[in-house]
């Protein structure tokens, strides 16, 4: 199927890096299937313009599957009797990380439900060591905080 004229303007337009109207997204959402090729082939021109080609490599540490909130989409909420919950500790975070590091992953991504067990002192602490044992970058994955704690995540 060859590609009309305003697809092709709306896909040029998407390339240039113009803005994109909320009409012009959905357009490009509702193509038929026939459309998929030219649009993936866009998108994939944008992303290697704007990120290239590089892969970044990150290790996760999922430190507790425990969440006191009951979120439907996910895995983890509270309400999730199926699921074997677990916490680890301080000693096991840090040891995972180390060997992160031993394979030369650049970052590491701490993760966990929204468990208070880890308290904001305690996730500050935790980044800090990680920080000064390994050279790890981090990242936090650890639920909705308030500002006061990013900030000391921050800092840590």
Same mark, same amino acid.
């Given at each position: 199927m060859s590609i009309s004229k305003p697809i092709e303007r709306l896909l040029g337009k998407a390339e240039a890096g113009t803005a994109l109207t909320r009409d012009d997204i959905l357009a490009l959402l509702k193509l038929p299937g026939d459309y998929s090729p030219d649009l993936f082939a866009a998108a994939n021109r944008v992303r290697r313009k704007e990120v290239g080609d590089e892969i970044f490599l990150r290790g996760i540490i999922e430190f507790s599957? %425990?969440?006191?909130?009951?979120?439907?989409?996910?895995?983890?909420?509270?309400?999730?009797?199926?699921?074997?919950?677990?916490?680890?500790?301080?000693?096991?975070?840090? =040891?995972? =990380?180390?060997?992160?590091?031993?394979?030369?992953?650049?970052?590491?991504?701490?993760?966990?439900?929204?468990?208070?067990?880890?308290?904001?002192?305690? %996730?500050?602490?935790?980044?800090?060591? %990680?920080?000064n044992e390994t050279g790890l970058i981090i990242t936090l994955s650890i639920g909705e905080k308030n500002a006061a704690d990013y900030q000391a995540f921050a800092q840590s």
């Open positions: 599957n %425990i969440c006191e909130r009951n979120c439907l989409y996910c895995g983890l909420r509270k309400s999730n009797d199926r699921l074997s919950r677990y916490r680890m500790t301080d000693d096991e975070i840090l =040891a995972t =990380a180390r060997e992160i590091a031993k394979i030369r992953v650049p970052t590491v991504v701490l993760q966990s439900g929204e468990d208070s067990f880890y308290s904001t002192d305690r %996730i500050c602490r935790m980044v800090e060591r %990680i920080k």
